[in-house]
């Protein structure tokens, strides 16, 4: 079946510009999550979804940066005033579930290049 | 807080061979980890998921080992092979929903 896609696959932006990152999870899976990994850096955290609910917010960066889950299926992260420091490669999962029996199964990701 | 730390961050071998990759993990309080591989340019495929009630999982030429008191995983792969390149991350799921990853392994099997 299909897995997670995102897109764009890649984007340039100037600094100082707002961009859209889309996921669209696995089909049925009530969980979806969202990571950022920088050139030479591990992969971290931002955000994670249970439904259309996102109940810790701890791992954004900051306040320039947001995500929002409609019909518990397809999620946006929206980055504002973009800055050089945000380029990055973000990366979407989904899980069936929360649980932890369940695996993460990822997306190819977006490639965000700010300049 | 919990830290995740791959050894060795590169690795290089001859096809054929066979290997293991190590993780090690800083509070053994998990409650499972999963292990990905993670080709150039591409997103994670999942390998093999560990619950903390676990010692082992196997798939294929994969096996891969947790003993949660050290804080260590390790994979082993079986008669390496060319499609095996990649790079090789470990992550850990631990008092919340996220995973903390390590800074993964590359590896490069020789033909």
């Known amino acids: 079946g299909a897995g997670v896609s995102q897109s764009p696959s890649n984007k340039v932006t100037e600094k100082g510009k707002d961009v859209e990152l889309r996921c669209d999870p696995i089909?049925?899976?009530?969980?979806l999550y969202w990571y950022r990994q920088s050139l030479g850096q591990g992969l971290e955290f931002l955000i994670y979804?249970?439904?259309?609910?996102?109940?810790?917010k701890s791992g954004l960066p900051s306040d320039r940066f947001s995500a929002e889950r409609t019909g518990g299926s397809v999620s946006t992260l929206t980055i504002q005033r973009t800055q050089q420091e945000d380029s990055a490669v973000y990366l979407c999962?989904?899980?069936?579930?929360?649980?932890?029996?369940?695996?993460?199964?990822f997306g190819p990701g977006t490639r965000l290049t700010v300049t | 807080k919990q830290e995740v730390t791959q050894i060795p961050a590169a690795l290089s071998v001859p096809e054929g061979e066979n290997l293991v990759l190590n993780c090690s993990f800083t509070?053994?309080?998990?409650?499972?980890l999963q292990w990905f591989r993670q080709d150039p340019g591409k997103g994670l495929t999942s390998l093999l998921l560990?619950?903390?009630?676990?010692r082992e999982q196997t798939s294929g030429r994969l096996n891969a080992s947790l003993d949660k008191s050290s804080g260590r995983s390790t994979l082993y792969i079986a008669a390496s092979q060319p499609g095996d390149s990649a790079t090789y991350l470990c992550?850990?799921?631990?008092?919340?929903?996220?995973?903390?990853f390590g800074t993964g392994t590359r590896l490069k099997v020789l033909a």
């Open positions: 089909s049925g899976h009530t969980a």
């Open positions: 509070d053994s309080a998990i409650y499972n």
């Open positions: 979804f249970q439904g259309n609910s996102a109940p810790d």
């Open positions: 560990i619950q903390s009630s676990q």
């Open positions: 992550a850990v799921r631990s008092g919340t929903y996220k995973y903390i």
């Open positions: 999962a989904s899980s069936p579930s929360l649980g932890a029996e369940y695996e993460q199964y």
